[in-house]
């Protein structure tokens, strides 16, 4: 095959209507901190078995087109003893592998952050497409503060998405581009809206200046939404068309899909925020889709809590909350369908 055959391969995969991405790929301290949440002890093989649970739920690729991997997922094995990505590929879901190496500190801001990790990036990328991996995933970070984020923050982090997403689509790799305005703060929707324009802009004039190929990449935003400790909480309605209208204004229409992260959102707001802008209009260039971690596994986190007896119960309400986003995906998510577990 060639490089643009397995482009093209991936990205019309992931972008199937109705079907999202499961994003696993929790780094170790924040798997820990998952786990520790729910009074489990974070160890390579208690974060093997979480993994293991969600990847075998019975069903589960009806709803999830690709999962992203942590590396120490990849090389790990499902209990009858297939390795991770094998045991996707056999389930006609694509592995993909989060390859950014974190969060460092951006001198001269106001501790503002980029991601690290292109060195050696196409060498690592080899190695990972050697195991399976088919896309990847870079996620950067926005604060927002009166006065943040900054234009060397904006700037730095939209160069080092498109270096990346330029390196995966040399090797053949779909990149997921993930710049993530934090819903950390009490700013309103506008101003979410108002930070979140100017990022998109930029990270699309530097895809451009890399000659990333934007038939080939899968965007992964946060959604405009107003702070987690705004007074004035938007409504649905108000997410989807401040969300939309940044999006129109900023994504151009050669890219396939968004798939949104959930942020911080509780698992019934980035349902039904997904579903508002999927029922808002049937003309929008993109397929508009999901890639949560939290928001589809939370509840199977909770219910599980490192029991072996409870995976079956995990699984079904990991199951449940797939199923609602990919009617949200399509715009036929109805708050009558959810079943809260008895915990939430
Ligand atoms: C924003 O986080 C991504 C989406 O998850 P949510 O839907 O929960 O917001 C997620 O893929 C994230 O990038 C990974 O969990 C890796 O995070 P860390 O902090 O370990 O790099």
């Known amino acids: 095959m060639t490089i643009i055959n397995e482009l093209e391969h991936t990205i019309t995969k992931l972008s199937a209507k109705g079907k999202g991405i499961l994003a696993a790929d929790e780094s170790i301290p924040t798997m820990t901190k998952r786990l520790e949440a729910v009074n489990t002890e974070s160890t390579e093989e208690s974060r093997r078995a979480y993994r293991d649970l969600l990847i075998t739920t019975p069903g589960i690729n009806e709803f999830i087109a690709g999962v992203i991997l942590f590396e120490e997922t990849l090389y790990q094995k499902t209990l009858d003893g297939t390795s991770f990505p094998e045991k996707l590929m056999q389930l006609a879901i694509l592995p993909g592998i989060k390859v950014d190496k974190g969060l460092v500190t951006l001198p001269n801001t106001s501790n503002e952050q980029t991601t690290q990790g292109l060195d050696n990036l196409a060498e690592r990328l080899l190695e990972y497409k050697k195991k399976g991996a088919c896309f990847a995933k870079w996620r950067a970070v926005y604060q927002i503060t009166a006065h943040t984020p ?54 699309f004039h530097a895809l451009q200046r890399h000659q990333v190929k934007l038939e080939y990449i899968v965007l ?103 199923k609602l986003n990919s009617l949200a995906a399509i715009g036929n998510y109805q708050p009558a369908l959810e079943k809260k577990p008895s915990f939430a």
């Open 150 to 203: 900054s234009s060397l923050a904006i700037h730095t982090n939209a160069e080092s998405l498109a270096r990346y997403a330029a390196i995966c689509q040399s090797v053949g790799i779909v990149p997921i581009v993930e710049p993530e305005v934090l819903i950390d703060g009490d700013h309103t929707i506008e101003r979410c809206a108002e930070v979140s324009e100017p990022v998109l802009y930029s990270v």
């Open 220 to 322: 992964k935003p946060s959604m405009v939404i107003s702070g987690k400790k705004c007074a004035q909480k938007a409504t649905p309605e108000q997410v989807a068309k401040a969300t939309l209208t940044v999006l129109k204004r900023t994504v151009p229409a050669a890219v396939p899909t968004i798939n949104f992260l959930s942020g911080g959102q509780t698992s019934e707001e980035a349902t039904t925020h997904l579903n508002a802008m999927n029922s808002v209009s049937s003309s929008l260039p993109w397929n508009l889709s999901y890639s949560y971690a939290r928001a589809l596994q939370d509840y199977a986190m909770k219910m599980w809590h490192g029991d072996k007896q409870r995976i079956s119960a995990a699984q079904n309400l990991f199951y449940e909350r797939a």
